[in-house]
């Protein structure tokens, strides 16, 4: 396997993780708070709560070491990292990682 092909693997794998994780926000946002609020059903933020903190731990532990592989900068990890965060932030920067995993696989 080559070092692009590697680079390739981790890039798919962390954009996955992200996808996932962007999801899981979404529905808590989305789905289950008003849920919560508008129709006084808490048990769907406790359990999409729940689901999303484990992506959100599962993503900012994938950052770092996709950042190292993929010889990130500073503002691109930091982009990565306040993409979490952010409505819509994961599927953004997706579509930024969409871009540079086409690029390395013309190469």
Known sequence: MSADEKKIMWLKRFRLISIVEGTSFLLLLFIAMPLKYMMDLPLAVTYVGWA??????????????????????????????????????PFIFDRYLTKEEKEMAKS
């Open 52 to 89: 999303h903190g484990i992506l959100f731990v599962i993503y900012i532990y994938a950052v770092f070491p996709t950042a190292r592989k993929m010889t990130w900068n500073f503002s691109k990890t930091f982009f990565a990292l306040i993409a979490s965060v952010l409505p819509f932030g």
